[in-house]
Nanobody, 118 residues
């Protein structure tokens, strides 16, 4: 079973920065795509950023220009650099990995809390 281990969440003031990390139990190249989703209290889970095995990342409009998705192939880690954080970014952030088996299969991390508050 694939495991995704997240870290890097916490409490930060508005305008601050955080970097989330996600380490999969298998090579990042074994997945069709990897990315981050988030879920705020009382809201549905939403896409933050995602990237295919090759090519550039796609971002939600609400985070464009502030968040950067990257992958370190040597460390086998997916990162989400979050700058200029706003209270509206407060949510549980989930790492996601997708793989085509006989259809698309989704794997999820346990989630890491990000709270933006003064």
């Amino acid at each position: 079973q694939v495991q995704l281990v997240e870290s890097g969440g916490g409490l930060v003031q508005p305008g601050g920065s955080l970097r989330l990390s996600c380490v999969p139990s298998e090579s990042v190249f074994s997945f069709t795509a990897m990315g981050w989703y988030r879920q705020a209290p009382g809201k549905q889970r939403e896409l933050v950023a995602t990237k295919g095995r090759y090519g550039s990342a796609n971002y939600a409009d609400s985070v464009k220009g502030r968040f950067t998705l990257s992958r370190d192939n040597v460390k086998n880690t997916l990162f989400l650099q979050m700058n200029s954080l706003e209270p509206e970014d407060t949510a549980v952030y989930y790492c996601n990995a997708q793989r085509v088996v006989s259809g698309m299969v989704d794997y999820w991390g346990q989630g890491t809390q990000v709270t933006v508050s003064s």
